[in-house]
């Protein structure tokens, strides 16, 4: 029996991305970074407390959800954490292997989702493979992935979202497709409000359909995706809603007297007052973000960066460490840096070619590989410029939404000047292939210490201080 | 090469060059900052004031590292281009040892700049030293060293403001001449002087 070479591929990357996302995701059993919010707001599903969070809700409840089904904390009494928002000491001997659950899991699944927008891009399941690598082995993601946050799940519903745009850009599409679209964007929306530059995905197919002459059915697929969002988002919204049906002890946040009554009259689940709940929640949510300080690069230990500078790797920033004797262990928001220059590279070819063919008429080898390097170049720098207009302080992992565009750029782009090549299993092409995608194996494991929590010497870390503007810093 | 040669150059090769361009890059980085073992130091922060090259230190924090070169240069942190900053701002002492290799007596003009003081000694004799604070300024010595093996230390203190020190070294067949010759910074290695490494 001759077994699809696609299926062979996915399931390799699958267990190979067991090995770099998931497995051993629990340790270390110590929290860092904004575990100590995430885990307090998922807490308070678990026990049916009312709060309010910048974030939509869906990232955290399905942290709430890996806790609720693996609950293993049963002993453990977390009853402190919906008294807070911020838990400052965890009890002794928790485990993080609930909490950390679903954003493992989906970082994991994200390998694969990746292969299959790659797939659907080249139509080629070697150039898929390895393009995969760029995920698979991105140090950053890996890092920021096996922790109770946001931005695995984040991107699982927007690989989704970029799967489903890409699977069904040439076809001719129905209100169905654009209300799946919907969903995905929806779903991610609703885990992180930046997940709004998906609705980019929506107006580039619309764009396509009106250039082909597709004009009628428009109006009902922009209503299709409108409410298929909508719905989810507002959904997870209800749901936040149903499930916070005891007030806080704590803190009011934004919570009115017509709120505190729906909570007093168990009526938290009735769509009736779901109006008032959400007026009061996005007042917290509009409020907390203007309290957020502004970036402060002249402030000693400021983690965050401006996005300028995120393409480049600035800025790494320290998770966590821990002192044995001469050696320290970290967990360091740290790129992989072949994979972060093969993605800026690939950025600037992408500009550098569409503008040779929208400025300088360059002949286009290839329609639709440049369509598509056309629209995630447009993606990539619409989310660049929306987020530089944000004033309050931003961090690296903001930038893993574009950086994975810049994957599918390179990918894209690497496609796009040696098609033939690759096609025809050129070996001095694929030669080289091999040799790119070693190097990026290379350099995950070289700075895996950084995200498994390996110990290094400070002689063992200053190796990986390969530039200074990264701002890697040994603990000393 | 012609141009007609440039624009029939195979592009497959582009791909090479990029994917060999790489693996040259990670060699590079990793080798740039991989120090040889040539100068010790011991690097301990003091708690309290230090002001002079032999006040009483406070030990908060004492670590060992290696470098191949005693080249920490002018600024407001310790740094050391294979290392990047170091994190020691002020008062903290350093010592740093070596061991040369000299194959003929010569003469050896030893260049310390250091903000604040240090110390130079050499097979525990002392050759020089400035133990006060200063900016960063320039210390010269010329010594006769005999053939065979010798030890360096150097002791230097950082009080408060500025610091670095860097060290370099020259040799000539007599004292003029070590003044007058090149100078290699301390930890690298030349015809007339080898540093050892551990």
């Known amino acids: ?124 399941d070697l150039l898929a493979f390895f393009g995969s690598f760029l995920y698979l082995f991105d140090n950053a993601i890996i890092t920021h992935s096996r922790a109770a946050m946001l931005e695995s799940i984040q991107l699982f519903f927007v690989f989704g979202a970029i799967w489903w745009f890409v699977k069904k850009y040439e076809a001719q599409k129905s209100w169905k497709d654009y209300l799946i679209l919907g969903l995905w964007s929806g779903f991610a929306i609703a885990v992180k409000a930046n997940s709004a530059i998906l609705l980019l995905l929506f107006a580039l197919w619309v764009w396509r359909d009106i250039r082909q002459g597709i004009v009628i059915g428009v109006v009902s697929d922009a209503v299709a995706y409108v409410v298929a969002a909508g719905a989810i988002f507002f959904g997870v919204f209800y749901l936040h809603f149903a499930l916070g049906q005891k007030m806080p002890s704590h803190k009011n946040y934004a919570i009115s007297q017509e709120y505190k009554q729906i909570i007093k009259s168990g ?210 | 090469m012609s141009i007609g040669s440039f624009v029939r150059f195979d592009r497959r090769y582009g791909l090479v060059i990029f994917a060999l361009g790489i693996w040259i890059w990670i060699g590079y980085s990793i080798y740039a900052h991989t120090s040889k073992k040539i100068i010790k130091a011991t690097i301990i922060q003091s708690s309290k004031p230090v002001r002079h090259i032999d006040d009483r230190i406070y030990p908060q924090k004492k670590e060992t590292l290696w470098f191949d070169t005693l080249y920490f240069p002018k600024g407001n942190e310790l740094r050391h281009p294979k290392y990047g900053y170091l994190g020691y701002r002020q008062n903290f002492v350093a010592f740093f040892d070596t061991d040369i290799d000299v194959p003929k007596d010569e003469f050896v003009n030893f260049v310390i700049y250091s903000d604040d003081g240090f110390r130079l000694t050499i097979d525990k004799q002392k050759i020089m030293e400035y133990p006060k604070d200063r900016p960063f300024q320039k210390s010269e010595k010329v010594v006769r060293l005999a053939k065979g093996k010798h030890h360096i230390h150097i002791k230097y203190f950082q009080g408060y403001g500025q610091l670095g020190i860097v060290g370099y070294y020259a040799v000539g067949m007599s004292a003029k001449e070590a003044q007058k010759a090149r100078k290699y910074l301390i930890g690298k290695s030349s015809s007339d002087l080898k540093f050892l490494e551990h």
Not at chain 1, 90 to 99: E, L, N, R, V
Not at chain 1, 271 to 290: C, E, G, I, T, W
Not at chain 1, 367 to 383: E, K, P
């Open chain 1, 1 to 124: 029996m001759k077994v699809n070479s696609f299926y062979l591929y996915a399931f390799f990357l699958f267990l190979l991305g067991f090995f770099t996302y998931f497995y051993n995701y629990w340790n270390p059993p110590k929290q860092f970074w904004d575990e100590n919010y995430h885990i307090a707001s998922a807490q308070k599903y678990i026990d049916r407390v009312a709060y309010m969070e910048p974030h939509p809700p869906l990232g955290k409840m399905l942290i709430a959800l890996g806790e609720a089904l693996l609950h293993p904390n049963e002993k453990i009494d977390k009853s402190g954490f919906d008294r807070t928002d911020y838990i400052k000491r965890f009890p002794k001997g928790m485990s993080f292997a609930g909490y950390r659950l679903f954003p493992a899991l989906f970082a994991w699944l994200n390998v694969i989702l990746f292969f299959l927008i790659l797939k659907e891009l080249v139509k080629d």
């Open chain 1, 267 to 476: 009526e938290t689940a009735n769509p009736a007052h779901f109006a008032v709940m959400m007026r009061d929640n996005l007042k917290y949510m509009s409020d907390y973000q203007k309290g957020v300080p502004r970036l402060n690069l002249c402030k000693k230990g400021e983690n965050g960066s401006l996005f300028i500078g995120w393409p480049l790797g600035i800025k790494a920033i320290n998770y966590r460490w821990e002192r044995h004797g001469s050696n320290v262990q970290y967990i360091y928001l740290q790129g992989n840096p072949v994979t972060w220059m093969i993605g800026l590279i690939g950025v600037l070819l992408a500009i550098v070619l569409v503008v040779a063919v929208y400025i300088f008429k360059t002949p286009v080898k290839n329609q639709r590989v440049f369509g598509y390097i056309t629209a995630f170049t447009f993606i990539y720098i619409s989310y660049m410029i929306a987020v530089g207009q944000i004033p309050r302080v931003m961090y690296l992992y903001h930038y893993f939404l574009p950086l994975t565009i810049s994957y599918i750029l390179a990918v894209l782009v690497l496609y796009y000047l040696f098609e033939e090549e690759i096609r025809k299993r050129d070996r001095v092409v694929w030669g080289s292939i091999v040799a790119i995608a070693a190097a990026i194996v290379f350099a995950w494991w070289f700075y895996s210490p950084f995200s498994y929590y390996k110990p290094l010497t400070t002689q063992e870390f200053n190796k990986r201080i390969w530039f200074e503007y990264w701002q890697l810093r040994p603990v000393r």
